[in-house]
């Protein structure tokens, strides 16, 4: 039974690509390349069309998030996102395992 369960692993990490053997020193040089230290995400963009704010990060991967200004909680992007009124925007991205971008903050007077 053992023997049938090594082979399923092994065929799962094949397909999907696990890393879950590899010494964390040697994953972390894998992950973060070329020197093995932890990259920053890149910083979103804001930019509006048709009254419609749009945000983009160049980073791959990357989750980004946005609030109005002064607001607790923030909002995972997912697409371009209508807004009324004259409150500045904060958006960050985040890819997992990077550190975070900085916040970049849009306000109507651009």
């Keep these: 039974m053992i023997q049938k369960f090594r082979k399923v ?3 799962f ?4 690509g ?11 040089k894998d992950l973060w390349p070329p020197d093995g230290k932890q990259p920053t995400t890149a910083e979103p963009v804001i930019s509006w069309d048709d009254g ?5 990060c160049s980073t791959q991967g990357a989750s980004i998030a946005y609030r109005k200004k002064g607001e607790k ?3 995972l992007y997912s697409g371009p ?3 009324s009124g004259n ?6 991205a985040i890819r997992l395992g990077w550190k975070p971008s900085g916040t970049v903050v849009w306000s109507p007077n651009q």
């Design 9 to 11: 692993h092994e065929q």
């Design 13 to 16: 990490v094949e397909v999907h």
């Design 18 to 28: 696990d890393l879950g053997d590899r010494p964390e020193t040697q994953l972390i």
């Design 52 to 56: 419609k704010m749009q945000i983009d």
């Design 73 to 75: 909680n923030w909002q």
């Design 81 to 83: 996102v209508e807004f």
């Design 87 to 92: 409150k500045s925007i904060e958006s960050q």
